[in-house]
């Protein structure tokens, strides 16, 4: 573990601040879940739950068949990082965190696909390379009870390729059959 140097005492309710040094950095907001753990030493490890990370195997499993029956690159992710992708580079999306463009159109609940109206590409990560702004993308948030947990992308392969409306209704689909798998 690594020490912050921060101290905070517990209320009479029980309850700690978590400062918001560390809210920021770790992408926690205000009523986020968080998994609580304890180590064999007496630590308590406060963990970002991520309800689509418990199936990230599956999530795996569905990226492949996205991407095998579409011919592009299939990603989900949840709130804060890509869980799964096929099709394309793991070392450039797989874990790393989403970007701030992705991340505001899960807050919006809204899809998102480029080449529409002379739309580009939004990064994926943060670290995204800028070049793959050209390459067309359809993005659809993973909606369970109300709230985003996360989204299902499809990114082509080829700069000039073009998502067609079978695309984002494939990719519509599998956001909504992987928010009934959270259901469950």
């Known amino acids: ?9 517990i209320d009479d309710l029980g309850r700690i601040v ?7 950095t770790l992408r926690i907001k205000e009523g986020d879940p968080l998994e609580i753990f304890t180590d064999r030493e007496g630590g308590i490890i406060l963990k970002k739950y991520s ?3 418990e199936l990230s195997e599956f999530a795996t499993e ?6 095998k029956t579409t011919g592009h690159i299939a990603c989900i992710t949840d709130k804060d990082t890509v869980i799964a992708i096929s099709g394309g580079s793991k070392k450039d999306y797989l874990e790393k965190s989403v970007s701030k463009q992705l991340e505001q159109i899960m807050d919006d ?10 739309n580009t590409a939004i990064p994926i990560t943060d670290n995204e390379n800028t070049d793959k702004s050209k390459n067309a993308q359809v993005v659809y948030p993973i ?17 000039n390729g073009q998502m067609t409306e079978v695309e ?7 956001a909504s059959f992987l928010s009934t798998q959270m259901e469950i």
């Open 1 to 9: 573990m690594k020490a912050t140097g921060v101290v905070r005492r």
């Open 18 to 24: 978590i400062p918001k040094e560390i809210r920021k």
């Open 51 to 53: 309800p689509i990370g």
């Open 62 to 67: 569905y990226a492949e068949t996205l991407a």
């Open 109 to 118: 609940k809204e899809n998102y696909a480029s080449k529409d109206n002379n």
């Open 143 to 159: 909606i369970v009870d109300g709230e985003s947990i996360g989204s299902v992308i499809l990114l082509s392969k080829e700069p």
């Open 168 to 174: 984002q209704k494939v990719v519509q689909s599998a």
